[in-house]
C-alpha cells in the first residue's frame, strides 16, 4: 500500500506542476485571470463529484461542523491563492523557476509545521538532516533560476 501511496503523491506532484503551465496558458489565451481561476476551479467540482463515489460524500453533523478549527475553513482560499499566482506567473517565471519557488518554500514550511505540529500535523523535529535538505533546496534554486 505505500507504493500505491507514494505514486499517487508522485503523480499529484507531476500533475501540480503541469497544471501551472496549463492554467498560465488558459489566463494567456481567454486574456482573463479571474474567468481562467473560475475554470479551475469549475474543472476541480467535476473532479471531486466524480471521485465522490468512491470516497463517499455526506454531510456532517452540526457538532462535527463546529469542531473544525477555524483556519481549517481556509484551505480553499489559499488553494486559490496558488492557482492566482500560477496563473499570473508560472508563464513569465518558466516551469522550473516557478515549481522551485513554490516547492521550496513548501518544503520550508513543511519543515517548520512538522516541527511545531502546527495545522494538524504531526510533530517531526527539524533536526540537522530536515535544516540541511530546506538548505539544499535553497541551493537548487538559486542554481535552476541563475543557469
Given amino acids: 500500500m505505500p507504493f500505491v501511496i507514494a505514486l499517487a503523491v508522485i503523480a499529484a506532484g507531476i500533475l501540480n506542476t503541469v ?5 498560465a496558458t488558459l489566463n494567456k489565451t481567454l486574456g482573463q485571470p479571474i474567468l481562467a481561476a473560475l475554470i479551475v476551479a469549475g474543472a476541480n467540482v467535476v473532479v471531486y463529484m466524480a471521485a465522490a463515489p468512491f470516497l463517499g460524500l455526506s454531510w456532517p453533523g452540526s457538532q462535527r461542523l ?3 478549527p477555524w483556519w481549517s475553513w481556509l484551505g480553499g ?4 491563492v496558488y492557482v492566482l499566482a500560477s496563473v499570473l506567473f508560472a508563464e513569465r517565471l518558466g516551469a522550473a523557476v516557478f515549481t522551485g519557488i513554490t516547492v521550496t518554500a513548501g518544503i520550508i514550511t513543511s519543515v517548520v509545521l512538522d516541527h511545531y505540529g502546527w495545522v494538524g500535523f504531526a510533530e517531526h ?7 540541511l535538505g530546506c538548505l539544499l533546496m535553497i541551493v537548487g534554486l538559486i542554481l535552476v533560476c541563475t543557469f
Fill in 19 to 23: 497544471q501551472s503551465g496549463s492554467n
Fill in 66 to 68: 463546529a469542531g473544525v
Fill in 77 to 80: 482560499a489559499m488553494g486559490a
Fill in 125 to 131: 523535529t527539524a533536526d540537522a538532516w530536515r535544516i
